[in-house]
C-alpha cells in the first residue's frame, strides 16, 4: 500500500518540478493583482473590469496598441465631424457590415441607439456612464443606410470624435426584445430629472437588464466581441476562450483592433507580489503587467530569470504630482508655492522611489511628447537656498536664529500668518511616504513644520475634497487623447476635481481655450503657454511619470508594451515557436 | 446577542457617518485626467445623488439627526427622522436573514461570506485542530522533561517571537520557490473552483503556516500548566503508588492542566471564522481573512457589517462552549 502511494508523491513532487513546455496554441495566463468583481458594460469599477469587457465587446473605436491611438473597430472608419453653428457637433459613424452577434443578427444603427438609452436610463448602475456621455444629445439614424448614424454632440470639442465612439456596444434585442426604446428622445432621457415620476417602460427595460445581472453573468449580455468568459473563479481565475467563428475573421487585411490570436486567455488573480514574482519564475503565468520596480529590478538581476523572462519598460501617462491647498492664506501666494515646490529632490526621489526609472518633467504633459512638452522650461532644481530666498520675497521672515524657528508674515488682520504645512497621501504607499519624509527634511533645514499625515484609502479622497490639507502627494492618471486640464484645474470644479482650489480668470481661459483648440499647431502652442503658466503659479509640482514595468515569457511576442494600461494588447499575444524564439 | 447586535450596529453607524468617496459609489474619480469626455462638475454632483439614491443611502442615517446651524448662534437641534432612514432598513433586513448586497460588485454579502468561509473554515478548522493536537501530544512529552526539553522550549519562544508574515513569507519563498526549493505549488497551479477541495496541495503550505504559529502558545501554555499540575499533592501520591509519568499524564494531569487554556482553545473559534489575515494574504487564498481586508480597505461596509456580525457571532459561541468545557472538565464550575 505505501510504495504506490510513494510513488505517486514523488512523481507530483517532479512533475511540480519540471519544466513546463510550451505549445504554440496553448493558453496565455495573464497575472491580475484583483479580481474585476463586476463585468457589467455600464459599470466598469476597474482596469481589470475594462479589460476584461475589451475581450467581450466592441466599441465603435478602440485603442490601437501598435500606433497608440484610437481605431476604428465596429465603425468601418472613423468619423466624419462636421460642426453645426457654434453650439454642436455632428459625428457620423458607419457599422462594419461584417458585424454580427453571436446569433447571427446583424450589428446595426439601432443596437447603437438602445445602447446609448441604456446609458441614460433610470434605476440602472449608469451614473458614471451617463455623466461622461451627456455631451451626445440626439440619435438620428440614416434612413437609406440601417449601419449608418449620426451622433449629435451639445458643444464642440476635438475629444468628442474620439470620445464619442468610446463605450461598448450592446445587443438591444438582450435588454429590450420589444424596441420600446426607440420611442424615446435621448435628449429627453439625458435631461430627465431623478425626482421624474416613474416610467412604466423605463422601468421594465431597467428590469430585465438587473436580472440579467450582467456584473455576474456578462454571458446573458452577450457582445460581439471575440471572447467570451468561459469560467469565472472569484478571486481566484477569469478563463476567456476564442470565439471559434468570430465575424471579423473574415476581415481581409484584419485591423491591429480587431485581431484575437490566443485560443484562450487566463488571468489569474495573486495580489500577493512574492506570490506573482514565484508564479511568474515557475512559469505557471505568462504576463506579469505593471509590476512593481523593485520586483522588476530583482528579476532584471538574476540571470536564471533573463533565460526565461523578456523585460519590458515604457514611460506611463501617471505623473507623482504634489498639489496645494491654495485656498489656505499661507499658500494663496505664488512666491511661496514657487519656493515650496524647490524643496523637493525629484532627482534624488525618481531614484529612491523608482529605481531610476520613470522621466522627470516640467509639467502634465509628458516628457516624451515632443510636440506637446513645454522642452524650454528647465527641471525643477532643488535648492533650500533659493526656496529660503523666495520666501522673503514672498514677505516670510524666520521668527529667530535656531534652526527650528518657524516662518511668519504679517496677515490681512492683526494676527500673523505662520508657515506650517500638513501633509497628505494614501496610507501604505511608500513612493509617496519617501517624498513626503524628504520634503520634511528639506523643510525642517529651513525651520518650516512638516507634518506628515498618511491617510487610509477611503478617507483620503474626501479628506482632499473637504480641503482639509496643506499639500498632497498623489498619482495623478493621465491619458494621451485629450488634453483638457479643465476637471482638476478650472476654477469651476473646485470642489470637485480640482483640489487644489486653484483658478484664475487667465488660467480659466487658457484651459478653455486648450480644450478647444482643433489644430494640433495650436494645440502646442496653447499647451505650452499652459505649462509655462502652471509652473509660474505653482498650484502643482509635478514630480516624474512613472514607468510602466512588464515582465512576460521570453517566448511570446506581439505584446505591443505601451505607456497605456494595461500596457500590452492581450488579444495579439502570440506564442513564437522554438526555432524563431532561437533566432536573433 | 447583545454584545453582537451593539458591536455590528456600532459598525454600520460609523462606517456611514461621512458621506461616501466617490469610489465606493462606483463613480470614476474627478481628480484624474484619465475619463474619455470630463463630465462637469454641475453634472457629477447630479450623477452623485443618483448614485446615492439608487443605492439607497440618500436617507437619513439613523432615527433622529442633528440639524446643522450655519451661524452656530443658535442650540443644537435634533430632528426626528421616522423609520424611514439607513439604520431601520438594514436592521429589519438583517432580522429577516438578509445581510444587504456588496458595493463593489452587486453581489450578495451572503453568499460572499459564504464562498469565503468555504475556503477558510476547512483550512483554519484543520490548522487549530492539528495544531492542538500536535500541542498535547508536545507538552505531554515535555512535561516528562526530556533532554530536547530546553531546546524544544527555545525553538517554540523563537516561533512565537517570528511575526506571522514573515513565517508566511519565508516559508513561501524557501519552499515553493524555483531559486530555493521548488517543493510545493504557488497558487496559480491550484485547480479552479471554490472551497478547499479544488485546492487541494497548495493548501498545504499555508496549513503549515498556520498550525506553526498557533503551536507554541498552545503548546507552552499547556506544558506550564502540565507542570504545576505535576506538582500538586495528587501528583506526588499517584507517583508513589506507583503511577508511571505517561500514566499520570493522560488520566490525571492533563485533563486539569487543560482548565487554563481553554480559553485559549476557545479563541481558536473566532479566528477560524474571521479567517488568517496574513496568510490568505501571503498565499493569496480567496478566503474570510482577505475578504475583510479587502471589503475595509474598498470601504465595501455591507460586507463588512456582514463580517462582523459572523465573527461576533462565532465569539459568542466560543465563550458558550468555552464554558461548557470547563463544567465537563471540572464539574465543581458552576
Redesign the interface.
Given at each position: 500500500m505505501r510504495t504506490p502511494l510513494l510513488i505517486s508523491l514523488l512523481a507530483?513532487?517532479l512533475a511540480?518540478?519540471s519544466e513546463h513546455s510550451v505549445a504554440p496554441n496553448q493558453p496565455v495566463?495573464i497575472?491580475w493583482a484583483h479580481d474585476p468583481?463586476?463585468l457589467?458594460p455600464l459599470?466598469l469599477?476597474n482596469p481589470n473590469a475594462s479589460d476584461a469587457n475589451n475581450l467581450l465587446h466592441l466599441s465603435l473605436l478602440q485603442v490601437d496598441y501598435s500606433t497608440q491611438r484610437h481605431a476604428p473597430a465596429l465603425a468601418d472608419s472613423l468619423p466624419r465631424v462636421r460642426l453645426s453653428g457654434d453650439s454642436l457637433t455632428l459625428i457620423t459613424y458607419r457599422l462594419r457590415p461584417a458585424a454580427t452577434w453571436d446569433d447571427g443578427r446583424p450589428v446595426l444603427a439601432r443596437d447603437v441607439d438602445a445602447t446609448l438609452k441604456l446609458m441614460q436610463g433610470p434605476?440602472l448602475?449608469n451614473?458614471?456612464a451617463?455623466?461622461?456621455?451627456?455631451?451626445i444629445r440626439e440619435f438620428r439614424p440614416d434612413p437609406t443606410d440601417p449601419r449608418r448614424f449620426t451622433l449629435v454632440c451639445q458643444g464642440q470639442?476635438p475629444?468628442?470624435a474620439?470620445?464619442s465612439g468610446?463605450f461598448f456596444i450592446l445587443p438591444e434585442a438582450s435588454f429590450d426584445p420589444q424596441g420600446s426604446l426607440r420611442a424615446y428622445r435621448l435628449a429627453a432621457l439625458v435631461d430627465r430629472p431623478?425626482t421624474a415620476p416613474p416610467d412604466s417602460v423605463l422601468a421594465a427595460v431597467a428590469r430585465r437588464y438587473n436580472q440579467a445581472?450582467p456584473?455576474?453573468h456578462p454571458e446573458r449580455i452577450s457582445g460581439c466581441g471575440p471572447y467570451t468568459l468561459a469560467?469565472w473563479?472569484?478571486?481566484?481565475?477569469l478563463?476567456f476562450r476564442r470565439k471559434p467563428h468570430w465575424w471579423a475573421d473574415a476581415l481581409r487585411p484584419a485591423p491591429f483592433v480587431l485581431r484575437a490570436q490566443p485560443r484562450q486567455l487566463d488571468f489569474?488573480?495573486?495580489?500577493?507580489e512574492?506570490?506573482a514574482t514565484?508564479?511568474l519564475?515557475?512559469g505557471?503565468?505568462d504576463v506579469y503587467p505593471q509590476v512593481p520596480v523593485r520586483e522588476f529590478r530583482r528579476l532584471q538581476a538574476?540571470a536564471?530569470a533573463r533565460q526565461q523572462l523578456a523585460f519590458y519598460t515604457s514611460l506611463s501617462?501617471d505623473v507623482v504630482t504634489a498639489g496645494f491647498n491654495t485656498r489656505r492664506p499661507a499658500l494663496a501666494d505664488r512666491l511661496t508655492r514657487q519656493a515650496l515646490s524647490l524643496l523637493f529632490d525629484a532627482h534624488a526621489l525618481l531614484r529612491a522611489t523608482q529605481q531610476g526609472m520613470g522621466q522627470r518633467t516640467v509639467g502634465?504633459v509628458r516628457p516624451t511628447d515632443a510636440r506637446n512638452y513645454a522642452d524650454s522650461l528647465p527641471l525643477l532644481s532643488y535648492n533650500t537656498g533659493r526656496a529660503a530666498a523666495l520666501l522673503r520675497r514672498a514677505g516670510w521672515h524666520r521668527l529667530g536664529t535656531e534652526p527650528t524657528a518657524g516662518w511668519a508674515r504679517p496677515g490681512p488682520g492683526s494676527a500673523p500668518q505662520r508657515l506650517a504645512l500638513l501633509v497628505r497621501y494614501r496610507a501604505g504607499e511608500t513612493a509617496f511616504e519617501t517624498i513626503g519624509l524628504q520634503f520634511r527634511a528639506a523643510a525642517a533645514r529651513l525651520g518650516i513644520a512638516v507634518e506628515l499625515r498618511p491617510t487610509e484609502?477611503?478617507?483620503f479622497?474626501?479628506a482632499?475634497h473637504a480641503g482639509d490639507f496643506d499639500l498632497y502627494i498623489?498619482l495623478?492618471?493621465?491619458?494621451p487623447?485629450?488634453f483638457?486640464?479643465?476637471?482638476?484645474l478650472h476654477s469651476?470644479?473646485v470642489?470637485?476635481?480640482?483640489?487644489t482650489g486653484f483658478g484664475t480668470p487667465a488660467s480659466d481661459r487658457l484651459i478653455e481655450a486648450v480644450a478647444a483648440a482643433a489644430s494640433p499647431v495650436l494645440k502646442a502652442r496653447l499647451l505650452r503657454k499652459f505649462q509655462v503658466m502652471m509652473r509660474e503659479e505653482m498650484p502643482l509640482v509635478p514630480l516624474f511619470f512613472r514607468p510602466n514595468c512588464l515582465v512576460a515569457n521570453r517566448r511570446l511576442s506581439h505584446l505591443y508594451p505601451g505607456g497605456l494600461k494595461p500596457g500590452y494588447a492581450a488579444a495579439a499575444i502570440t506564442w513564437v515557436t522554438p526555432a524563431v524564439a532561437a533566432a536573433p | 446577542m447583545l454584545a453582537v447586535w451593539a458591536l455590528a450596529s456600532l459598525v454600520f453607524l460609523l462606517s456611514r457617518w461621512?458621506?461616501p468617496?466617490?469610489?465606493?459609489?462606483?463613480?470614476?474619480?474627478?481628480?484624474?485626467?484619465?475619463?474619455?469626455?470630463?463630465?462637469?462638475?454641475s453634472?457629477?454632483?447630479?450623477?452623485?445623488?443618483?448614485?446615492l439614491?439608487?443605492q439607497g443611502l440618500a436617507a437619513p442615517l439613523f432615527y433622529f439627526s442633528r440639524v446643522a446651524d450655519g451661524s452656530g448662534a443658535r442650540p443644537v437641534r435634533w430632528h426626528w427622522n421616522g423609520r424611514r432612514n439607513q439604520y431601520h432598513r438594514w436592521l429589519g433586513a438583517v432580522l429577516r436573514g438578509n445581510l444587504g448586497t456588496s458595493f463593489?460588485?452587486?453581489?450578495p454579502v451572503a453568499g460572499r461570506l459564504g464562498?469565503a468561509l468555504a475556503c477558510t473554515v476547512p483550512l483554519t478548522g484543520a490548522a487549530a485542530a492539528l495544531a492542538l493536537a500536535i500541542a498535547l501530544a508536545l507538552a505531554a512529552g515535555l512535561a516528562r522533561r526530556p533532554w530536547w526539553r530546553r531546546p524544544a522550549l527555545a525553538l517554540l519562544a523563537a516561533l512565537q517571537a517570528l511575526p506571522l508574515f514573515v513565517l508566511a513569507?519565508g516559508l513561501?519563498?524557501l519552499l515553493?520557490?524555483?531559486?530555493a526549493l521548488?517543493?510545493?505549488?504557488?497558487?496559480?497551479?491550484?485547480d479552479?473552483?471554490?472551497g478547499p477541495a479544488p485546492l487541494g496541495?497548495y493548501l498545504a503550505l499555508p496549513l503549515l503556516c498556520l498550525v506553526l504559529s498557533a503551536l507554541p502558545e498552545l503548546t507552552l501554555q499547556l506544558e506550564a500548566a502540565l507542570a504545576h499540575e505535576l506538582r500538586a499533592g495528587y501528583a506526588v501520591t499517584a507517583r508513589a503508588k506507583g503511577l508511571s509519568i505517561k500514566q499520570l499524564i493522560r488520566s490525571h494531569a492533563l485533563r486539569n492542566a487543560l482548565l487554563p487554556v481553554l480559553p485559549l482553545i476557545a479563541d481558536l473559534l473566532p479566528a477560524l471564522v474571521a479567517g488568517a489575515v496574513v496568510v490568505e494574504?501571503?498565499?493569496?487564498l480567496?478566503g474570510m481573512g482577505?475578504?475583510l481586508a479587502e471589503a475595509a480597505?474598498?470601504?465595501d461596509y455591507p460586507v463588512l457589517v456582514g463580517g462582523v456580525l459572523l465573527v461576533g457571532a462565532a465569539r459568542l459561541l466560543a465563550l458558550l462552549l468555552a464554558d461548557a468545557g470547563a463544567r465537563w472538565l471540572d464539574p465543581r464550575v458552576l
Open positions: 507530483a513532487l511540480s518540478c495566463r497575472l468583481e463586476n457589467d459599470v469599477p434605476g448602475p451614473e458614471d451617463r455623466a461622461q456621455f451627456s455631451f470639442a475629444e468628442f474620439q470620445a468610446d431623478a445581472d456584473g455576474q469560467r473563479e472569484k478571486d481566484h481565475r478563463q489569474v488573480v495573486i495580489p500577493n512574492a506570490n514565484l508564479a519564475r515557475r505557471t503565468v538574476s536564471a501617462y502634465l484609502t477611503g478617507s479622497t474626501p482632499l498623489r495623478l492618471k493621465g491619458n487623447f485629450i483638457n486640464f479643465a476637471p482638476i469651476r470644479a470642489g470637485e476635481g480640482n483640489l | 461621512g458621506p468617496s466617490d469610489e465606493s459609489l462606483g463613480l470614476s474619480n474627478a481628480a484624474d485626467l484619465n475619463v474619455g469626455t470630463p463630465a462637469a462638475p453634472a457629477r454632483r447630479q450623477m452623485r445623488r443618483e448614485a439614491l439608487r463593489r460588485n452587486g453581489r464562498a513569507t513561501l519563498l515553493a520557490n524555483p531559486d521548488n517543493w510545493f505549488p504557488t497558487y496559480d497551479q491550484a479552479a473552483g471554490n496541495f494574504v501571503v498565499f493569496s480567496p482577505r475578504l480597505a474598498a470601504r
